[in-house]
């Protein structure tokens, strides 16, 4: 039989509201002879204002135990910009090296979308997760001066940027279009733009059965609000990345809705999966908190674990729930309860 060690970050904010029901739709797909085992870590702001500590050896030491991580969300107003970001959650991507970041949109029916007319989307980022500007790879000189200089070096190996177009390739290959767009800024970004253009060129003689474009990512913005039909899956840069992602939650029903998995393709370390979203202070505790990106994101984690059939019912519950939405306040619960229902029944 086949079981699940699952490590348990809620974080801060409505991260925990979330959290339990992606829990609650879990214990409820799994089939009666899979077992899961779940173990909560106090990680954030409330741990960070108590004792200091973002991410202790021992946490580390104890996470890498896991099959995989779920996470909702970190970020507190009372703690410093960067602070929870940069000593977690990026921490937490680049030590279990979760080198591709797997952000999927799809336009459920019923679903507001700032799109004119009635676009089709269906498509997957797979946004680079440990190189780019996210390196820490940058400093200031004559810092607070008027003469101050600042650089964030954007850090692109072509150990990185292959492993992940070889990753998204192979996703593109398993889809039905077998379609793979590299987004960059190749006119500007001439060096790291080579890197990726050659990269890309070369690992795609190896594919030919999934048909390649090229698009620089300020023309990508465009077509994801025009013609977001032309994608299926897109490989980019981490930040060009983040930046479209939050781009793609908005047209494809809002973050509310937008699942994301930091995966470690390799399985040397434990992949972890969390809502696009993040702690969102002003509605936390009030049960406004839409759990659906949670919930999702379990969906892509058991995909990740092989649980495919039940990955699959997790995204049709959410589909039908969301399908059926009429307006009607639900709170975060009640709305875990309803798609729990469904996958189970
Ligand atoms: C995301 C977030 C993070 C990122 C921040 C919180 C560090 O925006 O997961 O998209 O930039 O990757
Ligand atoms: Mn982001």
Known sequence: SRSISLAVIPGDGIGPEVVAQGLKVLTAVLPQDAKLETKEYDLGAKRWHATGDLLTDEDTAALKTHDAILLGAIGDPSVPSGVLERGLLLKLRFLFDHYVNLRPSRLLPNTATPLAGDPSIDFVVVREGTEGPYTGNGGSLRTGTPAEVATEVSVNTAYGVERVVRDAYERAKARPRKKLTLVHKTNVLVF??????????????????????YMHVDAATIYMVNDPARFDVIVTDNLFGDIITDLAAAVSGGIGLAASGNVNPTRDFPSMFEPVHGSAPDIAGTGKADPAATIRSVALLLEHLGFTAEAARIEEAVTADVTARDGSPRTTSEIGDAIAARVAG
């Open 192 to 213: 790291a733009g080579k890197l990726w253009k050659d990269t890309f060129d070369r690992v795609g003689k190896e594919y030919p059965e999934v048909t390649t474009d």
